[in-house]
């Protein structure tokens, strides 16, 4: 009787080995399946072991391959792909369309003297148009644009309520200073209202720190960044004062020439620079007259016709007013220039309008700001 005991606790001790076993063995297989399965896994366009997803004319495949295709990315170095979000790539490529200098600084070099570094102490209008050309180059970044009410169309350009749709940085710190305040704002200020903000020209109080401050002295700051003008200090009687002479002439000298190319030219044709305005930048057309419009409004422009002869010079500033006529309303005014010059710039504009798939309640606020230059000597 205890031998059979004895036999039967043998048996049980056998069985619990054996589970201990088949369940130590399960626990190995699991430990080596888990990191495989806690790793994130991009499903293939294609398997062989599949004949659905085999087959080259099933509707299934195709559509797998172009998810695929936009999912990832092939590394050069490793031939190996790389998962992304395609909403980046987007971005990147959207960033890369702007210039390397923006309106604002264009206009900045126009006014600025080149050996001495500093601008007329005279000129009281670059600090005003400087803050509707931060307007304009959020529009053209598709930052900012109209509110879509229908409502508006009852209001001049000026006066039409602006909203923010795109909060991302910009990486100049002016725009993305703007961008903050815009977003910030809930009340829907009008075009005209946040150029007098931005400016500080404001009575009301609660609106005082919308103001931006010291733009001219921190645009000079960043074209020192990009290489274009360097730092000295010089003295003036009593005072030291930081100067911004040029370091690198050529975006000063190109951008002369396409300004001079605008109001001389039968046809304008731009003259790309790889680095500072390159073929692949958008609104290029649209971004001169800015430009022309922008230095008018500043009062630096007759620094860029000073070389001309006296016919010419009237000419090319009969033709700036034809410009800030044309382009102060939207949809832009097809008018044949009766100076006879620039005669292709209306279908550039159009032409690029429409292949960048610009967004026409943005046009408007560019619209809006030329109107603003337009009639500026009545605001100020």
């Known amino acids: 009787m205890q031998a059979e005991t004895d036999e039967d606790e043998q048996e049980d001790d056998d069985e619990v080995k054996k589970e201990a076993a088949a369940t130590s063995s399960n626990q190995y297989t699991y430990s080596h399946i888990q990191p495989k399965m806690s790793g994130l896994s991009r499903r293939r366009p294609a398997n062989k072991g599949n004949s659905e997803t085999a087959d080259p004319n099933n509707p299934v495949n195709d559509k797998l391959k172009n998810n695929a ?6 590394d050069d170095r490793s031939d190996t792909k790389i998962a992304y979000d395609p909403e980046d ?6 960033g890369r369309k702007c210039p390397l200098l923006t309106l604002m600084e264009e206009v900045l070099l126009m006014g600025l003297k080149d050996k001495e570094g500093y601008l ?3 000129n009281d209008n670059i600090s005003y148009a400087l803050r509707g050309l931060i307007l304009m ?3 053209m970044r598709g930052k900012i644009r109209m509110v879509n009410d229908p409502a508006r169309k009852r209001f001049d350009l000026p006066d039409r309520l602006i909203e923010c749709v795109d909060s991302k940085m910009t990486g100049e710190t002016l725009l993305d200073e703007a961008i903050k305040l815009i977003k910030t704002d809930d009340s829907h200020l009008s075009v005209a209202d946040w150029i007098d903000l931005l400016s500080g020209e404001t009575w009301n109080l609660m609106k005082m720190n919308y103001q931006l401050k010291q733009v001219r002295e921190r645009l000079a700051k960043g074209l020192v960044d990009k290489g274009v003008l360097k730092t000295e200090r010089k003295n003036f009687l009593l005072f030291d004062m930081a100067t911004h002479p040029i370091q690198d002439p050529t975006p000063k000298r190109r951008t002369a020439q396409r300004i001079l190319s605008l109001l001389t030219n039968r046809n304008f044709i731009i003259e790309y620079d790889e680095k500072f305005f390159p073929e692949a930048a958008g609104d290029k ?17 007759e620094n860029v016709l000073v070389d001309l002869g006296f016919d010419a010079r009237d000419q090319a500033f009969v033709r700036v007013d034809e410009l800030l006529s044309q382009y102060s309303e939207y949809p832009f005014a097809d008018k044949q220039p009766a100076s006879g010059i620039g005669i292709n710039l209306y279908k550039e504009v159009q032409k690029e309008i429409e292949q960048e798939h610009a967004d026409p309640l943005s046009m408007e606020i560019v619209a809006a700001v030329i109107n603003v230059f337009w009639k500026m000597d009545a605001i100020i």
């Open 69 to 74: 295709s936009s999912a990832s990315l092939i």
């Open 89 to 94: 790539i987007v971005e990147s490529s959207r």
């Open 120 to 122: 007329s102490f005279w």
């Open 137 to 139: 180059e959020l529009a």
């Open 285 to 301: 057309y649209l971004r001169s007259v800015c430009l022309v419009c922008g230095c008018c409004a500043a009062n630096v422009l």
